[in-house]
């Protein structure tokens, strides 16, 4: 089993930034990849960035968000941050993270990943 804990959601204005981790315990050592997902109030929710664990640790962005936000890992605390810069009101949801434990086709898929966090709330003022 694996647990994922995120952390470093909160109230921003328009313009600033935040830093998400995503501490992973448990039998992670099998993992194949980490990354983002979003939910807004009413919309599905969508991919927003993906790095993987064990090819050089290629990264993976949605096109909203490329440019701005950047996944990034630390191997040795077994964690994945997603910094996250230039933020405006459209970036508002609750931020999950994922990880997958086989081989991912798109990284882009939700149902390529096996292991959800709770999630943590990202609010951007106007």
């Known amino acids: 089993q694996v647990q994922l804990v995120e952390s470093g959601g909160g109230l921003v204005q328009a313009g600033g930034s935040l830093r998400l981790s995503c501490a992973a315990s448990?039998?992670?050592?099998?993992?194949?990849?980490m990354g983002w997902f979003r939910e807004a109030p009413g919309k599905e929710r969508e991919f927003v960035a993906a790095?993987?664990?064990?090819?050089?640790?290629?990264?993976y962005y949605a096109d909203s968000v490329k440019g701005r936000f950047t996944i990034s890992r630390d191997n040795a605390k077994n964690t994945v941050f997603l910094q996250m810069n230039g933020l405006n009101p459209e970036d508002t949801a609750v931020y999950y993270c994922?990880?997958?434990?086989?081989?991912?086709?798109?990284?882009?898929?939700?149902?390529?990943?096996?292991?959800w966090g709770q999630g943590t709330q990202v609010t951007v003022s106007s």
């Open positions: 994922t990880a997958a434990f086989r081989p991912l086709n798109n990284y882009q898929s939700r149902n390529e990943y096996n292991y």
């Open positions: 790095i993987s664990w064990w090819t050089g640790g290629t990264t």
């Open positions: 448990g039998r992670t050592s099998s993992r194949y990849a």
